[in-house]
């Protein structure tokens, strides 16, 4: 398939050359060894416990999910892909290319956050999950669009974030309220209409991306 | 045989304020050499990439058929073949894996016996698993060459074909036109006379400024 | 717009205004010029009448963003990347007011200038997907490179709209009127106004938007005919 050999260069490229690995490894490394550091031994709510975890989520994602458009778009290579793909297959690639890293770097987060947090207990663990991987899917979907939009404008570092947080902002609240309730250990009953609130956002990201595409990607 | 044309009509381009060619007209059938000359900056380039669908016209349309049927604008990719100055390969990859890689994504299965051939003509089947990084100007413009070509496209386009090469290479270039040529449609943008004198017709992009 | 139609436009602006901060709000409204109490809001009620048409008004400034986005991307008529703009400017500065008219309100109702209430939350978005917008703007150097990218990017954010606007406040309890746990459905849908306060609110929503419109068309026009001249003086 197209888009999966797109997402197999992209990984091979990155397996080699451990660019984007390696920053976003000692990124997330000093992320929670500042916010350690500033909460010292002061003991924290259970609820700024669920906040913060989409804070660590928020930046991490901001400083990685951006390379995989800009550094084509950098390196010249954009117009190889354009001479051998159409931009649906471009879309999908890199669309696969983001989701797994989104899944691959939040698991990371979460495991490290679960150990050096003890405050930071999931009652209600199958809860978590469906909506870390509710959540993940928009997070990736949303943040590949901005990254196409981005990587064609000037200004590229500072822009990803200010683009993208109003656009998250959404996915964001309602994720992290779907962490506290995991972490009281509601059901999944009262937590449907948030569970439903992120499917649609993901649906709804997804399609207006998808039609949107063509017109980023070919100038 | 396959017959492919490319019809250009009234093509305008301006960049913002700036014109820089306008009402270009012409038509070219299978066995064609074309050429388009023109000083530097005069926007050879540009006319290139708007043929090869990378960027749209400001006005004006173009199209692609084949056999008779008009190819989608997401369908051409697959028809064409370009070399440019600007084409840049993935240089963490050998040239096999660059090639191996485009098939893949192109969706059509990777030819080993034509790529060889094709490595072999361009001198290059000794170093085709060294990573392009390691590659001379030259050698990436050979490689450029196979890029453009593993594929069997109808249209194929050179913008620049003889830039980095040595009187060896150059005529290993012309012979792959004339050879191409007979079959397919062949644009050489250049300002290089041994280039133009290939080709049928040219237009000269001077012209084309008001 | 006719000079009688600014003066007519002129005059009603004024009125709601004066009418708006000067009528009394007393308990059993008798004269034609006073309000009645309102359960919640009490003396601070008066600001409805300027900080819900702004807030309607960055909302509808947002919508015509959007509206001339999508048109711009399927005619590419830089026209529509000027209307675009236009909009965006008014509906920025409305988005700015609605923010700063309702924080306001919040210190003396609520004792907070700030409470990330729904809505406010609400509107803190907007302001930030407005500055975004005209972050990316100004980051592209090509016309048609940036009226494309800031398109796509309006039609985007435009959809993520729905969630701030219902679905946030009926999840999330909050202070403003109207919200999840209001035990009253607030002043407007529940006609709490009496007949004078209605037609002061009314009148003042007409009097924004047809002030809305008329500033809208003045931006982009001007806007059209400046890059009209620029391209005249550059071709010579």
Known sequence: ?219 | ?210 | MKTTWKILLFLLLCFVSIAGISFPIVKNPQAWYEFPFIKGLEENAKIIFFHVPTAWLTVIAFLMTAIYSIKYLRKKNLDDDAKAYAAAQLGIIFCILATVTGAVWAKFAWGSFWSWDPRQTSIFALLLIYGAWFALRSSIESEEKRATLSSVYAIIAFVTVPFFIFIMPRIMTGLHPGSADDTNAGPIVDFKMNGNMQLIFFLSLIGFTILYFWMWRLGYKSIIYRDKLNKKLIRG
Request: aromatic share 12%; with cysteine.
């Open chain 1, 1 to 219: 398939m197209k888009s999966y050999a797109l997402f197999k260069k992209d990984i091979s490229s990155e397996l080699r050359t451990r660019y984007a690995i390696n920053a976003l490894a000692m990124f997330i490394i000093v992320t929670l060894s500042i916010i350690l550091f500033s909460i010292g031994n002061e003991r924290i709510s259970s609820s700024l416990t669920g906040g913060l975890f989409w804070v660590i989520i928020f930046f991490t994602s901001m400083s990685g999910l951006s390379r995989v458009f800009v550094s084509e778009e950098e390196r010249g290579t954009s117009l190889t892909l354009q001479l051998i793909a159409a931009p649906s297959t471009v879309f999908s690639g890199k669309l696969l290319f983001n989701l797994i890293l989104v899944f691959a770097m939040n698991t990371v987060i979460a495991i490290l956050y679960s150990a050096l947090f003890n405050t930071f207990v999931l009652k209600n663990f199958a809860l978590f999950l469906t909506s870390f991987i509710l959540s993940n899917i928009g997070l990736a979907f949303a943040s590949t669009i901005i990254a196409a939009i981005i990587s064609k404008a000037g200004a590229k570092g500072t822009l990803y974030p200010v683009l993208s947080f109003p656009i998250l902002l959404p996915l964001i609240l309602t994720s992290v309220q779907l962490t506290l309730f995991a972490m009281d250990g509601t059901s999944f009953e009262t937590a449907k209409f948030e569970l439903a609130i992120v499917g649609c956002y993901d649906v709804i990201i997804f399609t207006v991306s998808y039609l949107l595409f063509d017109f980023i990607w070919k100038e």
């Open chain 2, 1 to 210: 045989m396959i017959e492919y044309s490319l019809t250009v009509e009234s093509i305008n381009k301006t960049f913002g304020r700036r014109l820089i060619f306008s009402g270009i007209n012409f038509k070219l059938d299978s066995s064609t050499i074309f050429g388009i000359s023109g000083p530097n900056g005069s926007g050879k380039s540009t006319l290139v990439k708007i043929i090869a669908n990378i960027i749209s016209p400001s006005s004006g349309k173009l199209v692609h058929n084949l056999n008779g049927t008009e190819i989608k604008p997401e369908k051409l990719h697959n028809h064409i073949g370009l070399v440019s100055p600007y084409l840049v390969l993935y240089d963490e990859f050998s040239a096999y894996e660059n090639l191996n890689y485009f098939s893949e994504i192109r969706g059509i299965s990777f030819d080993k016996e034509k790529v060889d051939k094709l490595l072999n003509k361009f001198l290059l089947y000794n170093r085709k698993d060294d990573l392009v990084k390691t590659y001379s100007s030259g050698m990436k413009q050979r490689l450029k060459f196979i890029f453009a070509l593993m594929h069997s496209p109808q249209l194929i386009i050179l913008d620049e074909p003889t830039s980095n090469l040595d009187d060896e290479g150059k005529e290993v270039v012309y012979e792959l036109v004339k050879k191409e040529a007979k079959k397919n449609i062949v644009i050489i943008a250049s300002n290089e006379k041994t280039d133009l004198s290939l080709c049928s017709e040219t237009i000269d992009l001077k012209n084309y400024k008001k």
